[in-house]
């Protein structure tokens, strides 16, 4: 007698997707989607098709990232077409529910919700789908971790302890379910003054780095605390494509080839 794949462990792939790849962080506000959009863009730049899914069922932030409304339709039967923000796929639940609308599911509602914007979107032919996990650690998280097929995580964290120690516990979450943590990118790493051009470093600097040494994951990456990465994401325009050739669509894309 067949056994549901959930059954026997195994997770079942996304027809045409080659890879998926989770973007987390321990803790809310560390800069996970606005690090989930621009990495994106910044695989794309690198030539490969992308696709986003926003699992942050929560607070759902690629709407606004993509500057994408409206409502999927559906191609054929219960399978919707995703929307398309910068030549990328995006699906969110954003795109579902109105923006008001209090998010007041328990755990099992949204594990269905996310299972149908993985499995019951007409993705097409995709390299990578990147995932917008929500923030933390709990079961929930565990639960999505174990239902995507997911070929690794990356750990977003500022440099502060706090938002490290969330992002240690992040990566042993990924290791219970055997997903391979790809590495960690620290956000908000420093602060360039636009005025006197000097280097402050506000959460203090380089934790991200010595914590990926210790715990024996790659290091990503450092991204400023810098008011153009604020505001091209608050805008709908990341700054891997509105600022194409600046310093810090450098940054992302090498953070994209190192995944
Ligand atoms: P999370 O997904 O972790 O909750 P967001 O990506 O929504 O975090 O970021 C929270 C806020 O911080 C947003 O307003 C975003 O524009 C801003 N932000 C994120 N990263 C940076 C950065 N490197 N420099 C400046 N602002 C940033």
């Not at 516990?169 to 420093?190: A, Q």
Request: glycine share 12%.
């Amino acid at each position: 007698k067949s056994q549901a794949p959930e059954q026997t462990g195994q997770k079942p792939g996304v027809p045409g997707v080659k890879t998926i790849i989770a973007v987390a962080s321990g803790k809310g506000g560390v800069g996970k989607s606005t690090t989930t959009a621009n990495l994106a863009l910044g695989l794309q730049a690198n030539g490969l098709k992308v696709g986003v899914l926003d699992a942050d069922i929560y607070g759902p932030s690629v709407p606004r990232l993509f500057n994408v409304t409206g409502r999927p339709e559906p191609v054929s039967g219960r399978i919707l077409k995703p929307l398309e923000g910068y030549g990328i796929k995006v699906m969110s639940m954003g795109f579902m529910v109105e923006e008001e609308t209090p998010m007041i599911w328990r755990g099992p509602m949204v594990i269905s919700a996310l299972t149908q914007m993985l499995r019951e979107v007409a993705w097409g032919e995709l390299d990578v789908l990147v995932v917008d996990m929500p923030p933390g650690t709990g079961d929930a998280q565990l639960t999505m971790a174990q239902q995507v097929p997911l070929a690794g995580a990356v750990i977003v964290s500022t440099p502060q302890d706090l938002a490290l120690i969330d992002a240690r516990k992040g990566l042993n979450m990924f290791r219970r379910v055997d997903v391979p943590v790809l590495g960690i990118v620290e956000n908000m790493s420093y602060f360039l003054c636009p005025d006197c051009g000097a280097r402050h470093d506000i959460f203090g600097h380089g934790g991200a780095r010595a914590e990926a040494e210790k715990l024996g994951v790659p290091f990503l990456g450092e991204v400023p605390l810098d008011m153009q990465i604020r505001e091209t994401s608050d805008a709908g325009t990341p700054v891997v494509v509105s600022d194409p050739d600046g310093a810090h669509t450098t940054v992302y894309r090498a953070i994209a080839s190192r995944v």
